[in-house]
């Protein structure tokens, strides 16, 4: 299971974007969508009326819905929706128990967070996991990270109490631009995601997204003397924290991903 959230862990939209994306470029099918009443204040996440296709407008409700896709020879239940008000224990129950009901086995939870990071550079992701075999598996490190959490932080937990595997896939988004849309996050987010399936992803139209996206950030610190100056330190920090690990192997790894995205067979 996929699982992304809007809120707290969403800087920039990344997280619940890149699930949309996934929604976009597999056939997917609804499973379900958790009661809204029982896990979100209405006047904190409002429903909206939206219109449909046929111009029919109807109320749209903050909840969480499960949808199911068929990726290589591995099913994948993607939740996604609000971060609920309330009754954090009862949702993950009430979530886990619909994924167990798919034979989910893993689950992988997507975040995203405000950093100092240039957004010149390739967004950074880290993948954690609290599971020994799964770290032993996917070469991962354990998280670090002591202090508040979100509700991928309380599903995870309650998914390892369950004796799920899970993993955390973050990206880190330049907090000097942290309003929505983020599509370069959302891209890198994509990147992790394929990391762990093995599979290879239909990026469409994100890759341009990312580099007009880039290009606005960059006339944003050309007409800002401040604004470009930050960026030109966070740029020296992390070049010269990241260049002793741009070793032959993490080339490699690149360049072998580049060749699959290329030719998928």
């Known amino acids: 299971m996929l699982a992304a959230f809007e809120g707290w862990n969403d800087a920039g939209s990344a997280a619940s974007d890149a699930v949309d994306h996934l929604h976009d470029v597999w056939p997917t099918q609804h499973l379900s969508s958790l009661d809204p009443e029982e896990y979100h204040d209405f006047q904190v996440n409002?429903?909206?009326?939206?219109?449909?296709?046929?111009?029919?407008?109807?109320?749209?409700?903050?909840?969480?819905?499960?949808?199911?896709?068929?990726?290589?020879?591995?099913?994948?239940v993607l939740a996604q929706g609000h971060e609920?008000?309330?009754?954090?224990?009862?949702?993950?129950?009430?979530?886990?128990?619909?994924?167990?009901?798919?034979?989910?086995?893993?689950?992988?939870?997507?975040g995203a967070l405000l950093a100092d990071v240039p957004h010149t550079?390739?967004?950074?992701?880290?993948?954690?996991?609290?599971?020994?075999?799964?770290?032993?598996?996917?070469?991962?490190?354990?998280?670090t990270y002591e202090g508040p959490v979100g509700i991928v932080g309380?599903?995870?937990?309650?998914a390892r109490r369950r004796g799920l595997a899970t993993v955390a896939v973050w990206a880190a988004v330049p907090h000097y631009v942290a309003h929505p849309p983020s599509p370069k996050a959302t891209l890198a987010l994509l990147g992790g995601v394929e990391k762990l399936l093995g599979h290879c992803l239909d990026t469409g139209d994100l890759p341009d997204d990312a580099r007009a996206w880039q290009r606005g950030v960059d006339e944003l610190a050309s007409e800002d003397a401040e604004i470009g100056e930050y960026v030109r330190h966070l740029e020296e920090a992390k070049?010269?924290?990241?260049?002793?690990?741009?070793?032959?192997?993490?080339?490699?790894?690149?360049?072998?991903?580049?060749?699959?995205?290329?030719?998928?067979?």
Do not use: N
């Not at 309380?154 to 309650?158: D, K, N, R, T, Y």
């Open 46 to 76: 409002r429903p909206t009326i939206e219109a449909d296709d046929d111009g029919h407008r109807e109320l749209v409700w903050p909840t969480t819905r499960l949808s199911v896709a068929k990726v290589g020879r591995r099913k994948v």
């Open 84 to 110: 609920p008000s309330m009754r954090w224990r009862r949702f993950c129950t009430d979530l886990l128990d619909r994924a167990v009901e798919q034979q989910v086995h893993t689950v992988v939870t997507i």
């Open 121 to 143: 550079r390739p967004i950074p992701v880290t993948m954690s996991s609290e599971d020994a075999k799964v770290r032993a598996l996917l070469d991962l490190e354990p998280s």
């Open 154 to 158: 309380v599903l995870a937990s309650e």
């Open 239 to 265: 070049d010269t924290v990241e260049l002793p690990e741009a070793t032959g192997e993490a080339i490699a790894q690149e360049f072998e991903r580049y060749l699959r995205r290329r030719d998928p067979g």
